[in-house]
């Protein structure tokens, strides 16, 4: 008997613990619902809060009212949601949704954009790169660090179908075609040129070569 009893004792104990154990289960469960819940709250919270700034600025940008803080608040939430890539995307969507706008959009007053002819939100423009400052006044410094995004938005809003372009800008969805060939072409931008080995080419060349760079 008295070694049944301590069976009897043993299966009692392992029951307490198998449901002590349960109980933690279940506690710690509800505890990682209640994060994964709060988590999704969040990010529910945090696309909801985006799309009701990027229809703000949008419109915003309709009647050339975007201001710099404005548009700071939004690509730092956008770089919150999405990550840098997709809002580097985004800063160029916002580049050629203020240079293509139909109100307050690019122009130009000579049959070549290059020729000191661009208006831009009632300012005269002598080039590409004075264009790129003003738009960096309004949007901040450019993630890419380079000026050849604009020169290729401006040869979109010159070209024989600037509707396709406008279209594009819509959405980031839709803009996002437009980004990657706007990105692809400030890489290849930025790459040196290709000079050869100095003991490919005569001491005159060489001399021609860093002259001509500015290179002595």
Known sequence: MANLSYVEQLKQQAREIAAEAAKAQKEAEAAQKAIDDADTFKKISALKTLH???????????????????????????????????????????GA??????????????????????????QSYESAEALYAAVQAVIGDDPL??????????????????????FACSTPERFETYANLYRREVKEAKEPLSVPDLSQITSDDAFLLSSFFGQF
């Open 52 to 94: 009701v700034l990027q229809d703000a600025v949008q419109k915003l940008i309709k009647h050339g009212l975007l201001s710099y803080d404005r548009a700071e608040v939004y690509l730092n939430k956008y770089l919150m949601v999405y990550g840098r890539d997709k809002a580097i995307n985004e800063y160029l969507r916002l």
């Open 97 to 122: 949704l203020l240079l293509t706008q139909e109100n307050f959009g690019v122009e130009s007053t000579t049959a070549r954009y290059g020729n000191k002819g661009l208006l831009w939100h009632g």
């Open 145 to 166: 660090e380079h000026v050849q995004w604009i020169y290729s938005i401006l040869d979109s809003v010159f070209s024989d179908d600037p509707s396709a372009i406008v």
